[in-house]
């Protein structure tokens, strides 16, 4: 049984950071992508970052250069560092992470950007 379980979320003004963490435990395949997506009210869910075992990472065009993420593989951490944020921003940020096999999701945290 796989668990994802995130923090850091919370309510900023614009322009400020923020930075969640994702913490998975388990039996967790070493060869896997962990990453982050996020919904906003009456949106779909899209994809934010995400990021290979082996380093490869994957950006949404719309936090290009603004958002970084970032893993420990050994402890199965994945972290996404979110700066100059935009009440845009704001949405319920899910973890998650895809082996071979499976797919597997957290239970999100929030995430509002509002002055």
């Known amino acids: 049984q796989v668990q994802l379980v995130e923090s850091g979320g919370g309510l900023v003004q614009p322009g400020e950071s923020l930075k969640l963490s994702c913490a998975a435990s388990g039996s967790i395949f070493s060869l896997n992508t962990m990453g982050w997506y996020r919904q906003a009210p009456d949106k779909q869910r899209e994809l934010v970052a995400t990021?290979?075992?082996?380093?490869?990472?994957n950006y949404a065009d719309s936090v290009k250069g603004r958002f970084t993420i970032s893993r420990a593989n050994v402890a199965n951490t994945v972290y996404l560092q979110m700066n100059s944020l935009k009440p845009e921003d704001t949405a319920v940020y899910y973890c998650?992470?895809?082996?071979?096999?499976?797919?597997?999701w957290g239970q999100g945290t929030q995430v509002t950007v509002s002055s």
């Open positions: 998650n992470l895809v082996t071979l096999t499976k797919n597997y």
């Open positions: 990021m290979h075992s082996a380093g490869r990472t």
